[in-house]
């Protein structure tokens, strides 16, 4: 009876799995990233091609990678349906933890967007894999703890329309007294555009009138996030 061939591939994910339980993944590189989580997916075949041919078709880093469209994904030689929506659930995932993390942290100092800097941080977490513009409002309380948010409208990849209606509909149902805005700019700059600046004025107009304070307008951009509070300097829109 001849031998069983020993299987190379099941001896090599049982290596890569106790060395991620040891050691975590600080020392992965985006490759051996991959080609562990397809693990999960692609079983009894060597994912370590299939996660090169990854980063070379999504620009070269497991960011890109996550963030790539799921029927883009399912193009890609080796990855399959499976695949496809194991590399999109860890991407959502991921955005669901950053957002609950900032909220539910044991120090209330830090679960606060008081600072410019901490509701940028705040907000960048909102848009992780966002490939269109899209709004949000940020209910807020007395304290600058968030409460809730909820995606306001969604436009295309260049542009977004601000809708008053559905702004005043959020305050109404979270009996807000303060709110921010925040929205972005998948393929550009964070730095607010003239028609940023108009529109929050025209939301600051309306909010004032509810008697509703609007803390901050955020732009997460490309590179970065910018507070229009802190660029945009207006007794109109900040009272």
Partial sequence: MPKKKPNLHEGHRNRVKERFLKFGVDSFTDVQLLETLLFYAVPKKDTNDTAHLLLDTFGGTFAKVLNADYKELVKVNGIGENAASLIKFVQMVSKKYLISSFAEDD????????????????????????????????????????????????????????????????????????????????????????????????????????GVELVDHIIVGKYGSVSMRESVMSDRIWN
């Fill in 107 to 210: 120090d209330a100092f830090k679960r606060t967007v008081s600072g410019h800097s901490r509701l940028c941080e705040y907000c960048a977490n909102l848009f992780l894999g966002c490939k269109n513009e899209v709004l949000y409002a940020i209910a807020l309380d007395d304290e600058l703890m968030v409460i809730s948010n909820e995606i306001i409208v969604e436009g295309n990849p260049g542009s977004v329309e601000i809708s008053q209606r559905k702004i005043v509909e959020f305050v109404l149902k979270n009996n807000c007294e303060r709110i921010a805005l925040a929205h972005n700019h998948p393929n550009g700059s964070s730095q607010p555009s003239r028609e940023d600046i108009f529109a929050t004025d025209e939301v600051a107009e309306l909010l004032n009138k509810l």
